[in-house]
């Protein structure tokens, strides 16, 4: 599966945030976007656990204040 996260952080965490979401074995791509989202990271996973886990790690990077998941069909 794949799933796209979007994220907000707070004014100039995004680079640091950007370098923690690729220390996570399942994101296999960040970047750095604008407008309302600063931070978009693609996630493949097998099942929702693995997901769940990205999730539960990326909320908890210094920075992050808000996420959404998007899993692709």
Known sequence: MITY???VT???E???VV??????????EVRTVYGE????AR?????MRTLDTV?????TIEGVLRSVT????
Do not use: N, Q
């Not at 996630?43 to 099942?47: I, L, R, Y």
């Not at 999730?55 to 909320?59: A, F």
């Open 5 to 7: 996260i979007l994220l």
């Open 10 to 12: 707070k004014i100039g």
């Open 14 to 16: 995004e680079h640091p």
């Open 19 to 28: 370098e923690e979401l690729k220390r996570i074995e399942a994101i296999t």
């Open 37 to 40: 989202f600063d931070v978009i």
């Open 43 to 47: 996630v493949e996973h097998e099942d």
């Open 55 to 59: 999730v539960t790690k990326l909320r």
């Open 70 to 73: 998007l899993i692709s069909a």
